[in-house]
């Protein structure tokens, strides 16, 4: 089961930012918050990721909270080509030692001329 | 540098019918893993595999066997192909299998079985 709540679907203006957030309560100490995201069928892209500080990179920034329970992707200035489904997820320990990345469905975000 | 091939991009089985996925990678990764995607869905892990001759199942296993006999390789078989299997499938890879490993995804096979 995905470990992450995200709005199914959100509008934003272009050339605004897009402040997408999404909710991981039962994360643990030692789990990343990874974002990626999906334009129509192609494989996911990744954006961005973090443990406990915020990050910034050449496509968005992550603002993760101090309790780490809750976290939003900025896109600073959202271009149409923007339009994607946003995963957030949780990469999660697994039994084997390793850890996987489980999504959920995502939040379909629009961006509107 | 190509990052993760996967081939074919698209294929059309008949029920019962056996294929492999391919997927590869020239970026000495460890680790490797197989996902599903079915219409309106996030993608579901199938198997995964953290190093050569090392593999285990994932969320959605049942239907599928993997090997990893390279780095460079991950193929997955569809022993006998069900109409259930009708998805898209990815392959991603990563520099190892921690947490902090950016996973890579390959462009998609899709697969319909009639």
């Known amino acids: 089961d995905a470990k992450t709540t995200q709005p199914t679907s959100m509008d934003c203006a272009e050339g605004r930012a897009a402040n997408l957030p999404c909710n991981h309560s039962?994360?643990?100490?030692?789990?990343?918050v990874y974002w990626y995201r999906q334009i129509h069928s192609q494989g996911p892209q990744y954006i961005i990721h973090?443990?406990?500080n915020n990050e910034t990179n050449e496509m968005a920034s992550l603002i993760i909270t101090e309790d780490r329970k809750s976290s939003t992707l900025i896109l600073p200035h959202a271009t149409l080509r923007d339009t994607a489904v946003y995963y957030c997820?949780?990469?999660?320990?697994?039994?084997?030692?390793?850890?996987?990345?489980?999504f959920g469905k995502g939040t379909k975000l629009s961006v509107i001329p | 540098n190509a990052g993760v091939t996967q081939t074919p991009k698209f294929q059309v089985l008949k029920t019962g019918q056996s294929m492999t996925l391919q997927c590869a990678q020239d970026?000495?990764?460890?680790?490797m893993s197989w996902y599903r995607q079915d219409p309106g869905m996030g993608l579901r892990l199938i198997h995964y595999?953290?190093?050569?001759?090392?593999?285990d199942q994932g969320e959605v296993p049942n239907g599928y066997n993997v090997s990893r006999s390279t780095t460079e390789d991950f193929p997955l078989r569809l022993l006998s192909a069900a109409p259930s299997q009708t998805s898209v499938y990815f392959c991603?890879?990563?520099?190892?299998?921690?947490?902090?490993?950016?996973?890579?995804f390959g462009a998609g096979s899709r697969l319909t079985v009639l």
């Open positions: 970026m000495n990764h460890e680790y």
């Open positions: 039962t994360i643990s100490g030692n789990e990343y």
């Open positions: 997820i949780v990469r999660v320990r697994s039994g084997a030692g390793s850890y996987q990345l489980t």
């Open positions: 595999s953290v190093g050569a001759g090392i593999t």
């Open positions: 991603a890879s990563s520099q190892g299998a921690s947490g902090a490993n950016v996973l890579t």
């Open positions: 973090g443990l406990k």
